[in-house]
């Protein structure tokens, strides 16, 4: 009660409830008392440069103390995971042409995830590795990346052997019957982002033909990874240009799927 006391007390005085709140690694949305790390407008309180510090200490540590999760985290995490899951299974093929309502559902629901993400330093960890399933992503114009190749689209997949550095985004259209993919090299940038760095492109036709693969230039085509939410079937990424913004990252969530697992000589 002391705690609860102290956290609406700092939160009237910092004008919280006026400000914005940040929840992990998720975007500012509107105030609530369901938040995890709670701060003033911009990240920081209203209560000049002297006391806008220590407050925002004070209600984060309050907030962490309380465990108090984000603004719509109405469910428990592992609740979180199956509404995502269940949310997806509505959605249109890869997320292309989602709804705005229904990509703003998606967006709320991650950011309880990320706010509770249980793998510290995600891109250290080999939970990364294996073969995954891109069950969704905002990636806007639709292309590769998204599935769709042209007209058609299919569906999405990430090869990852973080052991040799070695990535592969994979592609794969029924019918006409084409395969295709990309393969990269992986660095770790830090602990929650893997630098990616285009090596060769190329795809199969029928299972037979296979034109030759487009080389890249070391360098000439780089992607950050922040990866955001990981767990042993689960992983939420948002990726841009290294050249990017933050700000104009897309998102992107797998499942992990070994029993689809296929070979693609590039």
């Not at 105030?31 to 003033?40: D, I, N, Q, T």
């Not at 689960?234 to 499942?255: G, H, W, Y």
């Amino acid at each position: 009660k002391v705690f609860i006391l102290i956290f609406l007390l700092f939160g009237i005085l910092s004008e919280g409830y006026r400000g914005s709140i940040r929840v992990g690694n998720s975007r500012s949305s509107k105030f609530s008392l369901h938040a995890y790390r709670l701060w003033g407008s911009d990240g920081i309180t209203s209560l000049g440069p002297i006391l806008a510090k220590p407050v925002a200490y004070v209600l984060n540590t309050v907030a962490d103390l309380l465990r108090i999760q984000g603004e719509f985290s109405f469910y428990p995490p592992e609740e979180a995971k199956k509404l995502l899951v269940e949310t997806l299974k509505t959605c249109p093929k890869n997320g292309i042409k989602t709804s705005k309502e229904s990509k703003e559902k998606i967006e709320s629901i991650v950011s309880v995830l990320e706010a509770v993400n249980p793998t510290r330093n995600p891109a250290l960890s080999t939970k990364m590795n294996g073969f995954w399933r891109m069950n969704y992503t905002d990636y806007s114009p639709s292309g590769p990346s998204s599935g769709q190749l042209g007209p058609l689209i299919g569906d999405v997949f990430q090869d990852l052997n973080s052991t040799e550095g070695i990535i592969k985004n994979l592609l794969s259209i029924n019918f006409p019957p084409i395969t295709g993919g990309l393969v990269a090299r992986q660095t770790i940038e830090d602990s929650s982002t893997w630098r990616i760095d285009f090596d060769r492109v190329g795809n199969t036709f029928g299972g037979v033909f296979t034109p030759p693969a487009k080389k890249f230039v070391r360098g000439q085509q780089i992607r950050l990874w922040q990866i955001t939410y990981l767990d042993d079937d689960l992983r939420i990424l948002r990726a841009r240009k290294v050249e990017s913004p933050v700000e104009e990252s897309f998102l992107f969530i797998f499942t992990k799927d070994e029993k689809s697992r296929f070979q693609v000589s590039i």
